[in-house]
C-alpha cells in the first residue's frame, strides 16, 4: 500500500520561503513519477510542479522561477523548496505518485496520478 505523507506548511509571510516535503512509504521509489499540486478555497485542484523518474522536472507558469521540486531516492522522500511567496499561493499543497502511468516522459495532469497524501496547508499574508 502506498502512503504519501507531506509535511513543512506553515503560515509565512510575502516573500517569505517554505519547503515542503513528502515522505513516501513504497518499494522502487525511483520507478516513481511525482508531483505537487495545490488546491486554494474555493478553487479546483492545480498542478505545481512535476518531476519524472529521470529527475525532469515541470513547473506550472505561475512558480517558474520561484519553486523548485527535487527528490532525495535514498530517502523516498520528494520535496518543494518555495521562495518569495504571495498571497495567492496560499492553499493546501498535495503530493501525488504514479507508477503505472509513469514511463520517459512527466505527468503532469490530476488523473494520471493514483496515489495522493492528506496535504499540508500553506498560508501567505501579504
Known amino acids: 500500500q502506498v502512503q504519501l505523507v507531506e509535511s513543512g506548511g506553515g503560515s509565512v509571510q510575502a516573500g517569505g520561503s517554505l519547503r515542503l516535503s513528502c515522505a513516501a512509504s513504497v518499494y522502487t521509489y525511483t520507478r516513481y513519477c511525482m508531483g505537487w499540486f495545490r488546491q486554494a478555497p474555493g478553487k479546483e485542484r492545480e498542478g505545481v510542479a512535476w518531476i519524472g523518474r529521470d529527475e525532469d522536472t515541470g513547473y506550472a507558469d505561475s512558480v517558474k522561477g520561484r519553486f523548485t521540486v527535487w527528490r532525495d531516492n535514498a530517502k523516498n522522500t520528494l520535496y518543494l523548496q518555495m521562495n518569495n511567496l504571495k498571497a495567492e499561493d496560499t492553499a493546501t499543497y498535495y503530493c501525488?505518485?504514479?507508477?503505472?502511468?509513469?514511463?520517459?516522459?512527466?505527468?503532469?495532469?490530476?488523473?494520471?496520478?493514483?496515489?495522493w497524501g492528506q496535504g499540508t496547508q500553506v498560508t501567505v499574508s501579504s
Open positions: 501525488a505518485a504514479e507508477i503505472y502511468r509513469c514511463r520517459w516522459y512527466l505527468l503532469r495532469e490530476q488523473a494520471d496520478f493514483a496515489y
